[in-house]
């Protein structure tokens, strides 16, 4: 996915949260030396062609500068339209800022972004937590990835080191024990991951030497609910985009799937990888993995 | 920059509604004790409130002044960048003689200085600039430029070094060199303004004396005015507090205009207007510039906002 070949679909609705994603996708490009389309769905009954098509020529107006760059305008439902671009295009990275926070509570709001991570099997790139008129903060060289469970797969975990390799970004892993509590008997009828701090911490080690060799690496665990723990371990390594495994960061609701209330607060970028089979990936990591399942 | 009438609450509900709501809880409290549990001991009515209210006012209007005050400054330091710039153009293209390697100097002059406003765009809001000097400069500019952490000010030696050149094979005399230089040290000096707006805050005391004693005010008002209004007393504080925290974070929020918000100084308009200057001035000049065709237009505000 980090290549040149790589296609970064940054889909817009002009809101504040994507005017302040720019800085990131600009460093996207910048990083990637790849194609940029900026991706616009309006509603033909609210809004006509071409005033549907100045907005989308008006916002990130610098991309028009970039080396490949272009702009696609389609009309209809905002989830159809962009799953069916993404659909066409290969070896593509959605970005999908989240909607502006307006502070209300929205019971009935359906999240697009965990709908699009349900349908599309490709990266999404978007942000936990933007305020509008707040400045997205903008740090470099760390990056985090979360390990939570081995059934997981490693496609992330292997992603995100050819990346800090890349980029000669520090990787951080992150990895969060459940709290010991009356669940903990049937946590491992549900995962194979660790309960210990000693089992965990062998574990991260194992899989951190079976990866891409990057500049450096720091293995990170903590205790206590993934909610309260994720954003401190961000503060505390200081990096500005974690990369997870898809299926973690979306959880189920009553109107459909939604963002994981856990990465909802975090204010970095997040990076969701799906899983893939576990045969294309690294047999030694695969081994390490595999041995604590076993 | 807002360009629309008419600001949506959302602009300031997100950051308000928190006080507001802890505000109205304690307005209602305050209503139920006085009024319907007849504990009337809880009613300041003597508080001077009004005289309270001017004190504050005037504080929050220093601030606002302040406020307002850089975002202008802001302002003014982009549109002399783009009255400079279109001079410093017209002096490339018209000063410096054909002979030798006069055409390509100035034309690497002329990129340069579309480059530039791009550049410090990207360098006040923190957004990496590579992306577009690739486009403008080349990929082997740009890739130069990578080994400068302040990208702007490293254009200008550049240009500084173009015309030295420019100078030494007799291209330019002293007097027209001088005069092209002393616009460039304007270009130095409105970066150096810029930055000096991004980096140097609103002092602290500006900024959070009026916000306490704007929370000061607002859990005292209804002390105050229960006695009169009873159980309109929450309606009533909750409006005029509204107000006051309202005014609060706007005047906050214009303090600073190189963040990437819709307060901003419309920088990419702005740099796109000097770039179709400069491209336009380089087409039609008597002795026309090869420059690689883009099509560009004027940034249009996207729902009210110019960017």
Known sequence: MFD????????????????????AVARWVDQLHCR???LHVYDPEKLLYRDAERLLNSFFAEANNYPACDRVLISGDAAEGIAAYCRKQSNALLLLPPTDQAGLPRPWHKSLRAQMLKRLDIPVWTLGRTMVGSPMPLAAGHLAVLMRTP?????????????????????????????IDERTLTHTI???APLGLETATHWMNEMAECLEPVERLQVHIERGSLRKQLPELMHRTGADLLIANRESFVAPGWLGPSISRAFRSLRTGILAIPHTPASSSNPDLQRAVSAVIS | ???????????????????????????????VIYSVLGYHKISLNGLPVAPLASALTIFLAFRTNAAYGRWWEARQLWGSLVNTSRALARQF?????????????????????????????CHLRKQTPFPEL??????EQAAHLRGYNNVPAALLVHMGNLLRRAKQLDLVDSYRWVAMDENMTTLANIQGACERIKNTPLPRQFDYLPRILVDVFCWLLPLAIVDDLGLMTPIASTLISFTF?????????????????????????LSRTIELNLREQMRLDERPLQAPSRSLGDVQPVEGFVF
Request: hydrophobic share 45%.
């Open chain 1, 4 to 23: 040149q070949n790589c296609h970064l679909i940054f889909a817009t609705n002009f809101s504040d949260a994507c005017h302040a994603a720019i800085p």
């Open chain 1, 36 to 38: 940029l389309t900026i």
């Open chain 1, 151 to 179: 059934e997981e797969g490693t496609a992330h975990l292997r992603q995100a080191a050819r990346y800090a390799a890349r980029t000669g970004a520090t990787l951080h892993l992150l990895h969060v024990l459940p709290e």
């Open chain 1, 190 to 192: 549900d995962s194979g």
């Open chain 2, 1 to 31: 920059m807002i360009v629309t009438d008419r600001i949506p609450l959302k602009r300031i509900w997100p950051f308000a509604w928190k006080r507001l709501l802890v505000l109205l809880i304690f307005d209602c409290t305050v209503a």
């Open chain 2, 93 to 121: 293209l018209t000063m410096i003689d054909d002979d030798g390697e006069g055409e390509t100097l100035r034309r690497n002059l002329m990129l340069h200085m579309i480059a530039f406003p791009h550049a410090l765009r």
């Open chain 2, 134 to 139: 690739e486009t403008v400069l080349g990929k």
């Open chain 2, 245 to 269: 925290i309202a005014a609060d974070l706007m005047s906050r929020e214009i303090a600073n205009p190189f963040e990437n918000t819709i307060h901003d100084t419309p920088m990419t308009a």
